[in-house]
């Protein structure tokens, strides 16, 4: 495992518009280098134990939306506290239990250096089981959102992919997705810069939604 961090923050708490920590690692694919993924959308999923309840729910979740991610060239990347001949025993339960393969890798952070890196947990914890957060990475290698789940709260895949969705939209069209957006519905224009620009726009200036020809 090898885990490069700035020197000053071996602990670092990350935020969105971060880049995203790089590391060397085993993973169920074969070793991993996480910068050989610069150029796709990268969805990284933070697992504290394999075999567990909930995370494997997710596992199979995924697994069966994975061709939606690909299709949106997000690249499915996850990682579990545990060691890679553990992940491996995993992957094969699940695929003679239900008949799920799982096409993404997962990547093995037996010693946690991965989980300190992207601020999962500090020196001080005294389990894993605050591993569990989701971290959005877009081509540039920036963090574009970050979500955080108890160990016993499922996550929602759909609204993963959604999310996935509203952020390429978000570049592509330099609009902004309103609550609940969902792929071809309107998008809302960024707020207005000038008092010139708030006039002309009228009372509802403050919110003005785009269609997609205008974007």
């Known amino acids: 495992m090898n885990v490069s961090t700035p020197a000053e923050s071996p602990l670092p708490f990350l935020r969105i518009g971060d880049r995203a920590p ?3 690692a085993r993973t169920t694919h074969g070793e991993f280098i996480m910068s050989a993924l610069r150029g796709h959308w990268v969805l990284l999923f933070a697992h504290p134990a394999d075999f567990t309840p909930v995370c494997t729910s997710e596992f199979i979740a995924l697994a069966r939306s994975a061709e939606e991610f690909q299709k949106r060239d997000c690249v499915l990347l996850g990682i579990s506290a545990d060691s890679l001949p553990a992940h491996l025993a995993w992957v094969e339960a699940i695929n003679t ?3 799920i393969q799982i096409p993404f890798p997962i990547i093995e952070d037996p010693s946690l250096a991965v989980a300190r890196a992207y601020g999962m947990l500090d020196s001080a914890a005294q389990d894993s089981a605050t591993v569990r957060s989701i971290f959005v990475i ?4 920036t963090i574009r ?3 955080n789940y108890p160990a016993t709260v499922g996550r929602s895949v759909p609204e993963l992919l959604r ?3 509203a952020l390429q939209e978000v570049d592509r069209a330099g609009a902004l997705t309103p609550e609940s957006w969902q792929p ?3 998008t809302v224009a960024p707020p207005l810069q000038t008092q010139a620009a708030v006039e002309k726009a009228g009372a509802k200036w403050f919110f003005q939604p785009m269609t997609r020809e205008r974007s």
């Open 145 to 147: 959102a970050i979500l």
């Open 138 to 141: 877009d081509p540039s290698g």
């Open 163 to 165: 999310l996935l969705c």
């Open 97 to 99: 239990q239900f008949g």
């Open 22 to 24: 790089d590391f060397s």
């Open 184 to 186: 071809g519905q309107p």
